[in-house]
T-cell receptor
């Protein structure tokens, strides 16, 4: 079984461009979470999605950020008009179900650098 | 907003010794806790979990202790090895299954 797959691993964007980060969950997992990590910081929750639904986006900035998890294909985290402060590592995790005691498996992350 | 990055608390431990990493969690309603290990350039890797109806759980070379009275979690690593060098995060879960992470502790194993 492949784990959580994220691509690209590294992404460089100029200020004002768009960044698209992809996450394919583990096989059979229908719950996806996106986290952001700044250097020497913990992971900060951004958004929780199920197939075709956003369940909790309370950690995601209201402007420029959006996320989707379509019926077919990977989950996408989209950042429009990127700024230097968006530079961070973005991690995706997936879990099997919504139970409160379910382990979430993480991908290797996408490191976004805005120049 | 995001805080300015700070140097992580660092635990230096001699190879073969035991390590203890501590974590204070924030929400008394949290009922599931996980310790993750993160090596440089990689994603968090699950180590061990514990539910709030337990106060101790053991895995292979690792033990997690939970003190709900003072909202404290600890991870004990027995016979620390060079491969244990990493940043360790505790995480708690409440509501909607999302995990809230602590700031992390750097463990450096001295050969």
């Amino acid at each position: 079984n492949a784990g959580v797959m994220q691509n690209p691993r590294h992404l460089v964007r100029r200020r004002g461009q768009e960044a698209r980060l992809r996450c394919s969950p583990m096989k059979g997992h229908s719950h996806v979470y996106w986290y952001r990590q700044l250097p020497e910081e913990g992971l900060k929750f951004m958004v929780y999605l199920q197939k075709e639904n956003i369940i909790d986006e309370s950690g995601m900035p209201k402007e420029r950020f959006s996320a989707e998890f379509p019926k077919e294909g990977p989950s996408i985290l989209r950042i429009q008009q990127v700024v230097r402060g968006d530079s961070a590592a973005y991690f995706c995790a997936s879990s099997l179900n919504r139970e409160l005691n379910t382990e979430a498996f993480f991908g290797q992350g996408t490191r976004l650098t805005v120049v | 907003g995001e805080s300015v990055g700070l140097h992580l608390p660092t635990l230096s431990v001699q190879e073969g010794d035991n390590s203890i990493i501590n974590c204070a969690y924030s929400n008394s309603a949290s009922d599931y806790f996980i310790w993750y290990k993160q090596e440089s350039g990689k994603g968090p890797q699950f180590i061990i979990d514990i539910r709030s109806n337990m106060d101790k759980r053991q895995g292979q070379r690792v033990t997690v202790l939970l003190n709900k009275t003072v909202k404290h979690l600890s991870l004990q690593i027995a016979a620390t090895q060079p491969g244990d060098s990493a940043v360790y995060f505790c995480a708690e879960t409440y509501g909607n299954n999302r995990l809230a992470f602590g700031k992390g502790n750097q463990v450096v194993v001295i050969p």
